[in-house]
């Protein structure tokens, strides 16, 4: 059954941005499933414990977080463009939106999806905490011009790891760069694990990549494909020199295959320029691929793609209760599951998720209320 039409008037969607961003997000689903339901009490990346198959599991999550920063700044630009927006009604949006999704991630997903514990005083403060303050920040800087907003992300990307070795200063330079806890007036203590650098630069040069988005399909597929063999290219020369550009080093393992793992095992936490190289280069080969013919098989990705605060909202805490529903039944002998328990559990989650997100993106499709854009 085919989604309505558009609403009369708004701008078409470019379906490749749809498809990858609900990409990234079924992707995303799996490692947050691995996190509450696998039976691994290890890191997935840990090289002297962990094994190929649940190291790809989480290698493969990697991909979610610099895409969906990337599309979000591309996003941004497109709901400019043409007119639709004027340049202080687009910094408008931004900065509501923003600091919309920073509330979310300080109450709805702290107490009902990162820890399940109700406090006023402790928090987390993870990927909606740092897509949140760089929309805000991005309000600001898109009355730049263009190119100065893509030099400022390129600048962040490129240049954040010069930073590595200072220490974790103040509070201020925590929420920035160095991640840890701070505490803030009133005995509040926040975890920050999603920094704002380089994530704001990540979303900036997406912004600055808004105008390739306009060209025709085919202008758009070469571009995608030239810039994502670039940064893969680049990427395999960078990490292979082992100098700057990550603060982990790789190394030969005990055979070819772990020293494959321990040249793509980049630094997430904040990401590193190799990191990015790593994730972004495949992203852009397979949005070049995405921008032909959708596969039937792909259709559901499509409609993540359209509603993906919804899916998030939701799935988190689908997830914790599916979790806690499956202690429940044997909590005696629960430990958790194992690589393919966790393949399983993520696959009915998102079967699961497919209804609401579909009668939601129908709804989005038939109305244009801006109350809608903030889900």
């Not at 100098?243 to 020293?259: E, L, M, R, V």
């Not at 988190?316 to 629960?334: D, G, H, M, N, Q």
């Amino acid at each position: 059954m085919p989604l309505p039409p558009e609403t009369p008037g708004a701008r078409p969607r470019l379906q490749s941005i749809d498809l990858l961003r609900g990409g990234v997000m079924v992707l995303m689903t799996l490692d947050h499933t691995r996190g509450f339901f696998s039976n691994a009490p290890f890191s997935p990346v840990d090289l002297s414990r962990t094994f190929p198959a649940l190291f790809l599991t989480r290698w493969l999550t990697y991909f979610c977080a610099p895409v969906f920063f990337l599309l979000a700044g591309t996003s941004a630009y497109l709901n400019g463009a043409g007119g639709k927006k004027t340049r202080g009604q687009l910094a408008q949006f931004l900065l509501t939106r923003g600091l919309w999704l920073v509330l979310l991630e300080l109450t709805f997903l702290n107490w009902f999806a990162w820890t399940g514990v109700f406090s006023l005083h402790e928090f987390m403060a993870v990927v909606f905490w740092a897509l949140g303050w760089s929309m805000v920040a991005l309000a600001a800087l898109l009355w730049l011009p263009i190119w100065a907003v893509g030099l400022f992300g390129l600048a962040l990307c490129v240049g954040h790891n010069l930073l590595d070795g200072i220490g974790p200063g103040p509070w201020w330079w925590r929420i920035l760069y160095a991640g840890g806890m701070v505490t803030l007036p009133g005995n509040i203590h926040l975890n920050v694990i999603y920094r704002l650098v380089p994530w704001l630069g990540l979303m900036a040069a997406g912004y600055a990549c808004g105008p390739a988005f306009l060209a025709p399909r085919e202008t758009r597929r070469r571009w995608a494909f030239c810039l994502g063999l670039t940064l893969v290219g680049l990427f395999i020369v960078v990490r292979a020199l082992n100098g700057y550009g990550d603060p982990a080093p790789w190394s030969p393992q005990k055979n070819a295959i772990f020293t494959v793992m321990s040249f793509v095992n980049c630094t997430k936490y904040p990401p590193s320029l190799d990191f990015l190289l790593m994730t972004l280069g495949p992203a852009l080969l397979l949005l070049a691929y995405l921008e032909g013919e959708t596969p039937a098989l792909l259709e559901p990705w499509k409609v993540f793609g359209r509603t993906p605060l919804f899916f998030f909202l939701l799935h988190l805490p689908l997830i914790r209760v599916a979790s806690t529903l499956s202690k429940s039944f044997r909590p005696e002998f629960y430990s958790g599951f194992g690589l393919l328990g966790v393949y399983i559990a993520w696959i009915i989650i998102v079967a699961l998720l497919y209804i609401p997100c579909r009668s939601f993106a129908a709804l989005k499709r038939r109305h244009s209320s801006p109350w809608l854009s903030y889900l």
